[in-house]
């Protein structure tokens, strides 16, 4: 019921710069938080960085200064400009999303398809 589509993962090179987005759509009454997790391979999945609906922000301490979590107006897109790309951080990079269901008033946790992000010189 609710879609994430994720967008902007590509190979760059180590202390270049990429920009991630996210577009949430589907029954949604709200949403409460929007986030980026990623996972490497044998490794599980961590988080990168949320924002909630009053504009809070929380990031993993490897990617503080890094990192940018944003949203755009309608608060149904998430962004994440990244940049100083190091090789650690190299994983696939999955939005997340929390919030209300139209139909039922319940929450969900839903989670997007990902998109690789590749840093290699």
């Known amino acids: 019921q609710v879609q994430l589509v994720e967008s902007g993962g590509d190979l760059v090179q180590p202390g270049g710069s990429l920009r991630l987005s996210c577009a949430a759509s589907?029954?949604?009454?709200?949403?409460?938080?929007m986030g980026w997790y990623r996972q490497a391979p044998g490794k599980q999945r961590e988080l990168v960085a949320v924002?909630?609906?009053?504009?809070?922000?929380n990031y993993a301490d490897s990617v503080k200064g890094r990192f940018t979590i944003s949203r755009a107006d309608a608060k149904n897109t998430v962004y994440l400009q990244m940049n100083s790309l190091k090789s650690e951080d190299t994983a696939v990079y999955y939005c997340n999303a929390r919030g209300v269901w139209t139909s039922t008033r319940l929450g969900f946790d839903s989670w997007g398809q990902g998109t690789q992000v590749t840093v290699s010189s």
């Open positions: 924002i909630n609906s009053g504009g809070a922000t």
């Open positions: 589907g029954n949604i009454f709200s949403i409460n938080a």
